[in-house]
């Protein structure tokens, strides 16, 4: 941390920074492990928190953006979200939450509670009233009624246009996506609009024994609530015992494991071509077929 992010921090906290740590970071921030002199307040609820906070410094993405949905995850759901201690320009101070992204299966069970309970949080329409990020992407969202003109234009269309652009999608493949999508609305029968995590994998959940601790770097919106399933199916980040559990809570049918699967994972994917291309889009190709076969 250089000593102009550390003055600024110092003097939007009033306090003193007494040890930095290095933490892995993305595409969005530079992160730090920070402990400060005297312990926290809450700028939102002025409330005393603890002198251990974690320290988000702006290389490419909208740190307020991020403060944004987490002060809407704490205020609207269950998910242990850290709290938002402070944000200003190109800095974000969040709790710093205990565990690490080792996750048991009584974890793995209690993640499926909250993830239901998460889902069961509605709208009357999908979107969201703001766009918001994944990555350091733009998530473009609005309120729209029609959830597979929604996905089809601002996730699968939108996101292919981006990787192409970058020179990590092919012509021919982006011709695929396009055509797909003209079909998306015609045949998708979706399921009401809940709010979604958005980016749940394994690493932005942290555990400790057997409770989720944090889930952090969100990327919300309100969407059928499937979106999250297919993204944790596809990097394999929870086990059999997450799936049995939000089955019970939520039973899943079977147009999930059949096509929607496919489809809602054709976004991530389209996501990760566009940041890291290689392996990424043998994964798109692979869904491309298969949902070609599954409307032809």
């Not at 699968?156 to 246009?161: G, I, P, S």
Request: with cysteine; glycine share 8%.
């Amino acid at each position: 941390m250089d000593t102009e992010i550390r003055a600024r921090l110092e003097r939007l906290l009033d306090t003193t920074i007494n040890h930095v740590t290095s933490l892995s970071g993305g595409q969005m921030a530079a992160v730090y492990a920070v402990t400060f002199a005297s312990s926290l307040t809450d700028t939102s609820t002025k409330s005393r928190g603890m002198s251990n906070a974690v320290v988000k410094v702006d290389l490419e993405g909208d740190l307020a953006c991020e403060g944004r949905m987490l002060q809407y995850l704490r205020d609207h759901s269950q998910l242990p979200v850290p709290q938002v201690y402070a944000q200003a320009e190109g800095v974000l101070v969040l709790e710093h939450l205990p565990g690490s992204s080792l996750v048991n299966t009584n974890a793995e069970r209690h993640m499926a509670e909250l993830l239901a309970d998460l889902h069961n949080v509605t709208a009357d329409t999908y979107g969201f009233a703001e766009d918001t990020l994944i990555g350091s992407l733009n998530l473009p969202n609005g309120w729209h009624d029609d959830w597979g003109q929604f996905f089809a234009d601002k996730r699968l269309v939108h996101f292919a246009n981006l990787a192409h652009e970058r020179g990590r999608l092919p012509e021919k493949t982006l011709a695929r996506v396009q055509r797909l999508a003209e079909g998306v609305a015609e045949w998708l029968e979706p399921n009401p609009p809940g709010l979604v995590h958005g980016d749940v994998w394994r690493g932005n959940v942290l555990a400790e024994n057997s409770t989720i601790t944090g889930i952090i770097d969100p990327a919300i919106y309100y969407a059928d609530p499937e979106v999250d399933l297919a993204y944790i199916d596809l990097f394999g980040t929870f086990g059999d015992a997450f799936w049995q559990r939000y089955h019970e809570l939520r039973p899943l049918a079977d147009a999930f494991w059949q096509s929607r699967r496919a489809l809602y994972s054709l976004f991530p994917l389209l996501v990760h071509v566009y940041y890291f291309g290689g392996g990424y889009l043998a994964g798109v190709e692979q869904r491309l077929t298969l949902l070609e076969q599954h409307t032809s």
